[in-house]
């Protein structure tokens, strides 16, 4: 689920806060910010886990929208890699398509969601990465990553203060322009020998294991987008295994 809304009354909680934001799409980032601000005073972490998960509901619309069509497969795939309760189905859709309906503000929603950082003001924080995953994750569900949606993606790992090397890794997981490069993947030469592979291999997968993100209070909303990055890893460095045992 976004986060654990065990003490609270879910449905009204929602309730209110999309009452409070109204149907139009204009404004609505700064609508739903006062909204919780008013809403959570005095609880400041329950206020940072409600902002996440509305910033990551309306941020992966846009990215649906960001090639000018959202698809079925698009809508699809945020619900695969971003999960919510099914109680809130319709408020987590009602949302979404407030927010899908253009691509207007998204930076103000990257920039909500990079202050939110649970391991500080860093730079490639690990949960923000899990963010771009999951978009990546949503941006080729119609089987094509469009130029428009990389622009994007681009722009909000900028916003998220992901470096370009590092962005380059995220993207060669998702994106196979020239097939998939495991090199690329772990962020290794070709030249390292298998026992630095290794040592590398092994440092993210300790990095990214979802269970150590959970431990650094990464929100429960990005565990599958951290469980596909692993698999990632993984794929990468058995491909590497396998390529030199044959050599």
């Not at 934001?21 to 809403?39: H, K, P, S, Y």
């Not at 998204?106 to 490639?124: F, I, P, R, V």
Request: hydrophobic share 45%; proline share 2%.
């Amino acid at each position: 689920m976004i986060f654990d809304f065990s003490c609270l009354q879910l449905s009204s909680l929602w309730e209110r806060l999309l009452g409070a934001v109204g149907d139009a799409a204009g404004g609505v980032l700064n609508r739903v910010v006062d909204a919780i601000r008013t809403m959570f005073e005095g609880d400041p972490e329950t206020r940072r886990q409600v902002s996440f998960s509305v910033a990551i509901i309306a941020l992966s619309a846009k990215m649906a929208k960001a090639d000018g069509i959202v698809t079925t497969a698009e809508v699809s795939a945020f619900q695969q890699i971003f999960d919510f309760p099914d109680e809130e189905a319709r408020n987590v859709a009602r949302l979404y398509n407030l927010a899908r309906q253009d691509i207007a503000g998204y930076e103000a929603y990257a920039t909500k969601l990079s202050g939110l950082c649970s391991s500080g003001d860093m730079e490639n924080c690990p949960m923000l990465e899990s963010v771009v995953d999951g978009l990546f994750h949503i941006a080729k569900a119609d089987g094509l990553v469009h130029e428009s949606e990389l622009a994007f993606l681009a722009r909000i790992a900028e916003i998220f203060r992901i470096d370009e090397e590092h962005f380059r890794r995220i993207m060669a997981r998702h994106v196979h322009l020239d097939g998939r490069d495991p090199y690329l993947v772990l962020g290794v030469s070709r030249d390292d020998d298998f026992s630095a592979i290794r040592k590398q291999y092994r440092l993210l997968v300790s990095e990214h294991h979802p269970d150590r993100l959970i431990a650094r209070g990464v929100p429960a909303t990005l565990h599958a987008a951290a469980t596909e990055r692993m698999a990632a890893l993984n794929a990468a460095y058995e491909a590497i295994e396998k390529e030199r045992r044959a050599a």
